[in-house]
């Protein structure tokens, strides 16, 4: 089984930037296929962010794409995802995922003045 640590969350003002990281152990995230971030706001469901296949084909929200961009470094066996052009509406926890589920505790990201 796969363990994920998630980091990288915090306060930031709107227009800024964060990177998210997400390192996973016990299992290659070469042989992986899907890994990601969901993330869930204040009173909604949990919803899908970005999405990463093994072999490097990205897929994004709509209300993220251009903003986000995921990658990976399979030496060091971590998916990140960068964070540009932060809206308030981006505010949620955020959690690493891969096939299976979301198994991470998650990260707090807030985007305020």
């Known amino acids: 089984q796969v363990q994920l640590v998630e980091s990288g969350g915090g306060l930031v003002q709107p227009g800024g930037s964060l990177r998210l990281s997400c390192a996973a152990s016990?299992?290659?995230?070469?042989?992986?296929?899907?890994m990601g971030w969901h993330r869930q706001a204040p009173g909604k469901a949990r919803e899908f962010v970005a999405r990463i296949t093994s072999g490097g084909t990205t897929n994004y929200a709509d209300s993220v794409r251009g903003r986000f961009t995921i990658s990976r470094d399979n030496a060091k066996n971590t998916v990140y995802l960068n964070m540009n052009s932060l809206k308030p509406e981006d505010t949620a926890v955020y959690y690493c995922?891969?096939?299976?589920?979301?198994w991470g505790q998650g990260t707090q990201v807030t985007v305020s003045s």
């Open positions: 995922c891969v096939t299976g589920g979301c």
């Open positions: 016990g299992r290659s995230i070469f042989s992986i296929n899907y």
